[in-house]
């Protein structure tokens, strides 16, 4: 059975950019509008624009505390389980707009659902799509399966640290160590840079969301 195909917009002040968006992302079926007590009235003008073009089938809107990131996560959820079987729904997150936290939020959900998330900025005169890399369930499942893991990443930054420093810390041995940084490798979360493992923005990304 075809999914339904939900787009999370977090609503700023600015709305060209997020309308500018259904150029490159389409058959949209539904569109959850992010926004706060101050960008209330944006998020009614992109409702009435996508209506009044007919681009989604439905609009809905979400209104939370802008910099509270476990109030967005709770309200988006409440609004996702209300409207749908969470299985039958694919999201897609338009993270061009919001507060960073709004924005952050909907990328979290998308990963979290194995969807997708893109994000649209203005080059001089032209309005350019890119899409964000995804973190899968599957990265998250695996640092969250046992407490070394998520220690071990604790202990790698951007200036790095070699294999004999993070054994000595942990407290394990190299070769236990050195699995799970060529997992981490694999997942992108760190790279080896002569005798060090450096962390890269994905692995910061993982590191604050899961130690912070």
């Known amino acids: 059975m075809k999914k339904i195909r939900v787009l999370l917009i977090p609503v700023g002040e600015e709305i060209t950019p997020l309308l500018h968006g259904f150029r490159y992302v389409t058959e949209i079926d539904d569109v959850i509008l992010i926004y706060s007590r101050e960008t209330k009235k944006f998020a009614k003008q992109i409702e009435d624009r996508l209506l009044k073009m007919q681009l989604v089938r439905r609009v809905f809107k979400v209104e939370c505390k802008a910099e509270n990131l ?29 507060t960073k936290i709004m924005a952050l939020s909907c990328y979290m959900l998308s990963s979290i659902f194995n969807g997708s998330s893109f994000y649209i900025f203005k080059d001089g005169d032209v309005m350019k799509y890119i899409k964000v890399p995804t973190i899968s369930s599957k990265l998250i499942e695996f640092l969250k399966e046992s407490e070394i893991r998520i220690k071990i990443l604790s202990y790698i930054n951007e200036n790095g640290i070699k294999l004999d420093d993070l054994s000595k810390l942990l407290g394990r041995s190299k070769s236990t160590i050195i699995y799970y940084l060529d997992k981490f490798t694999e997942f992108g979360l760190v790279e080896k840079l002569e005798n060090k493992y450096k962390i890269t923005d994905l692995g910061k990304f993982m590191k604050a969301l899961l130690l912070e």
């Not at 996560?73 to 039958?88: C, F, G, H, Q, V």
């Open 70 to 98: 476990s109030n967005i996560l709770k309200e988006i959820t409440s609004k996702l389980k209300e409207l749908y079987d969470i299985s039958r729904i694919e999201i897609i997150s338009n993270i061009t707009g919001g």
